[in-house]
């Protein structure tokens, strides 16, 4: 099975700062990538499919990029709605194996 | 606008049989080349993917559940529905249901289910 982790596992951040996540695969999984949102008590929100495609609805701010084994996702400009936890999930093979998540809060 | 929603006990004897269904609005369950999935989140940890069924009717599970899972639809009801059998408190969790072309686009609110005597 492929095998996703994500680094940082928690990062505190200000209003206005750049953040960027980094996930990895255990195996090539070409761009079949997807990052997801998620605040408390609420379901995951999609914001990036096919490793770098910016969902509809979701702020430019949000950005993709990698290929294979490597990902990241950039937020540009840091909001006060984006602090949440942040997951990425391969969709390549079965298992569809979600990453641990990084969690973004306030510093 | 698709809109899922999760429905059943919320309480869940061990070693019985966790049942819960997802009801389907703004879409097909039965058209539309999109995949039906279950996903469960135990308190206070990540995502795991439990499984899918194909509008075609073809599922697939996470190996690790494989042997007590089954996802089944109901085309008529627009439904479709989660039987995860010989539960334990490891199988507490806030279970969604979502359909994926490429990616999980929309999600149910969730749902918990506790299992305990």
């Known amino acids: 099975d492929i095998q996703m982790t994500q680094s940082p596992s928690s990062v505190s951040a200000s209003v206005g700062d750049r953040v960027t996540i980094t996930c990895r695969a255990t195996?090539?999984?070409?761009?079949?990538l997807a990052w997801y949102q998620q605040k408390p008590g609420k379901a995951p929100k999609l914001l990036i499919y096919?490793?770098?495609i910016l969902q509809s609805g979701v702020p430019s701010r949000f950005s993709g990029s990698g290929s294979g084994t490597h990902f990241t996702l950039t937020i540009s400009s840091l909001q006060p709605e984006d602090f949440a936890t942040y997951y990425c999930q391969q969709a390549n093979n079965y298992p569809f194996a979600f990453g641990p998540g990084t969690k973004v809060d306030i510093k | 606008q698709v809109q899922l929603q999760e429905s059943g006990p919320g309480l869940v004897t061990p070693s019985e049989t966790l049942s819960l269904t997802c009801t389907v609005s703004g879409g097909s369950v039965s058209s539309g080349s999109f995949y039906w999935n279950w996903i469960r989140q135990p308190p206070g940890k990540g995502l795991e993917w439990i499984g899918y069924?194909?509008?075609?009717?073809?599922?697939n599970y996470s190996p690790s559940l494989k042997s007590r899972v089954t996802i089944s639809a109901d085309s008529s009801k627009n439904q479709f529905s989660l039987t995860l059998r010989s539960v334990t408190a490891a199988d507490t969790a806030l279970y969604f249901c979502a359909r994926a072309e490429v990616a999980l686009d929309y999600w149910g609110q969730g749902s918990l289910v506790t299992v305990s005597s």
């Open positions: 195996q090539d999984i070409n761009t079949w």
């Open positions: 069924i194909y509008y075609t009717g073809a599922t």
């Open positions: 096919a490793a770098s």
